[in-house]
């Protein structure tokens, strides 16, 4: 049997997707704006690009288990941790730290059944050395932001069920 990819939406759902997506985005890019802590006035103190994937696998594929908020928290948290530990090796060239940091993260993920594509791209930044502790928390914070916009926006759409489960701990396969 051949796979195909999945059918176009049609524009009312897509339109749902513009209005979800731009909610979320909006209400934490503001926050992260109005947060000084450690970066200067009108700059943005959460790394945006992994929560503007979050948002694609939030209001454009509800169901994709990678969008559940399982796999959204410790996602963020694994891939964040993660990332920020190799930091702490000295001497380690900066593009073998984004490599085993990426790589260790999504294998991580990978291996507890909470694969997290944003938590991907979020253990790149992380692994970068400009981030700390602060920052994950942050990162973290703004995924459970997102999170509850999601739950919000699309549980107002009857076609859409958003999450489609709750638990946060599952056993550890072998």
């Not at 339109?15 to 909610?23: D, I, Q, S, Y």
């Not at 790149?124 to 050395?129: D, E, H, K, L, M």
């Not at 999450?163 to 396969?173: A, F, I, K």
Request: charged content about 5%; glycine content about 8%; some cysteine.
């Amino acid at each position: 049997e051949t796979a195909h990819p999945p059918p176009a939406m049609p524009l009312s759902e897509c339109l749902w997707v513009f209005f979800g997506t731009a909610t979320s985005l909006a209400l934490i890019s503001f926050l992260s704006t109005k947060i000084v802590l450690w970066n200067e006035p009108n700059t943005f103190l959460v790394p945006l690009g992994p929560l503007g994937a979050l948002a694609a696998l939030q209001f454009g594929l509800t169901a994709a288990p990678a969008s559940q908020p399982r796999n959204v928290f410790y996602g963020t948290l694994i891939s964040g941790a993660t990332s920020l530990c190799f930091t702490y090796i000295d001497g380690l060239a900066p593009w073998l730290c984004v490599t085993l940091a990426t790589s260790s993260a999504i294998s991580i993920m990978a291996k507890l059944g909470i694969t997290h594509p944003p938590g991907g791209a979020l253990a790149v930044i992380y692994a970068s050395g400009r981030y700390h502790w602060g920052h994950l928390c942050l990162s973290v914070g703004s995924s459970m932001i997102a999170v509850l916009v999601a739950i919000v926006v699309n549980n107002l759409n009857e076609k859409r069920q958003y999450p489609q489960y709750w638990y946060l701990l599952h056993p550890l396969r072998k």
